[in-house]
């Protein structure tokens, strides 16, 4: 069977990993420069570093099966030209999408030591500074990830399916791209999303949030999952008016995200019978849940409900999205 893109470029990154460990980044490239003239080195040299470019190259990987390029074979057909366009326009979805100029620069650099080995000859656009730094100079910059001041007033100016988009991000936290992934239990009152950032499935609970879930039910119907990819294009463009015209700094569609798990922190410090059922759910140990009885710990209980909901695995990940 032909292999996917995703374990390609995975078992290319395992394998720099496997050349670069425990060789001291620093003395390799001296070593380089002597040799090309150019300080560098091809390889990986840390395990977090690997990490870091597995996730963003898994990104990118849902990024080109939901353009229908999903195999070995996909990629290899595609022109130098078209692998370039497609190359732009992630970065650029990246930037509207909210991402910030540093997490876009490790995407870039994923790509120079991932998709550059597989198609050589997309490394010189890859590694060329003024594509670089075109790419990572429209991201958000660190200090602006937040959640809009008055969202309601920019949802107002959108056109239907867009306010219905952001408004189930609001209501789940998905990332905007996993929307079409949804599927609906309405006897459970689950919401599951399927092969969500990095290949990983979720599933969100709302019997203590009824009328939230039959919204987010009423909302699915109107998008159109065949289309949703082009429509995300306009939706990006009728944000942006929409930020203008409320005189609202633009943070992209993960603002939404962030308004999502400011809510939820309220609203899990709240209900402590809600917040110990999603403990017992999403499979706590004993010391987190103890920290429901405790509101001086309280947050740490919620942090653990919040990160799952929000598809991350770190605590740290969710205060990020709350606190200042």
């Known amino acids: 069977m032909e292999n996917k893109v995703r ?3 995975k078992h290319v990154l395992d394998d720099l990993y496997e050349l670069g460990k425990g ?3 620093g003395e390799l490239q001296r070593q380089m420069q002597k040799l090309t003239g150019v300080r560098e080195s091809h390889f990986i040299h840390s395990s977090t570093t690997k990490v870091r470019y597995e996730r963003a190259m898994m990104t990118f990987c849902d990024y080109l099966e939901d353009h229908g390029i999903k195999r070995e074979k996909h990629l290899d057909k595609l022109s130098t030209e078209k ?3 497609i190359v732009d326009n992630y970065f650029r979805e990246l930037a509207e999408e909210g991402y910030s100029k540093n997490t876009i620069k490790v995407h870039v650099a994923a790509m120079e030591k991932s998709l550059a080995i597989v198609r050589p000859d997309i490394r010189d656009y890859l590694t060329n ?3 670089r730094i075109g790419w990572w100079s429209a991201g958000e910059a660190a200090s602006k990830g937040d959640s809009y001041v008055d969202s309601n007033a920019i949802k107002e100016r959108l056109e239907e399916e867009h306010k219905a988009i ?3 991000q609001e209501l789940t936290g998905c990332r905007v791209r996993e929307i079409p ?3 609906i239990d309405e006897e459970k ?3 599951t999303i399927h092969q969500a950032k990095g290949g990983r499935t979720r599933t969100l609970h709302y019997e203590h949030r009824k009328e939230q879930f039959e919204e987010v039910c009423n909302l699915l119907e109107k998008i159109n999952k065949e289309e949703y990819t082009k429509e995300l294009k306009d939706y990006y463009r009728d944000l942006k008016q929409a930020c203008d015209e409320t005189g609202q700094e633009y943070h992209g569609s993960h603002a939404f995200r962030y308004q999502y798990a400011q809510d939820r922190i309220e609203d899990l410090r709240n209900n402590k019978e809600e917040l110990r059922d999603l403990l017992d ?3 706590a140990d004993n010391e987190t849940k103890e920290c429901v009885n405790d509101d001086d710990k309280i947050d740490r209980a919620a942090d653990y409900v919040i990160t799952r909901e929000l598809g991350h695995n770190r605590l740290s990940m969710s205060r990020y999205y709350y606190r200042k």
């Open 281 to 283: 759910k999403y499979e």
């Open 166 to 168: 952001a408004r189930i």
């Open 7 to 9: 374990y390609v470029l």
């Open 181 to 183: 992934r949804m599927t």
């Open 129 to 131: 500074d003024e594509n």
């Open 23 to 25: 060789i001291k980044k």
């Open 189 to 191: 009152y689950e919401i």
């Open 83 to 85: 692998l370039q366009q």
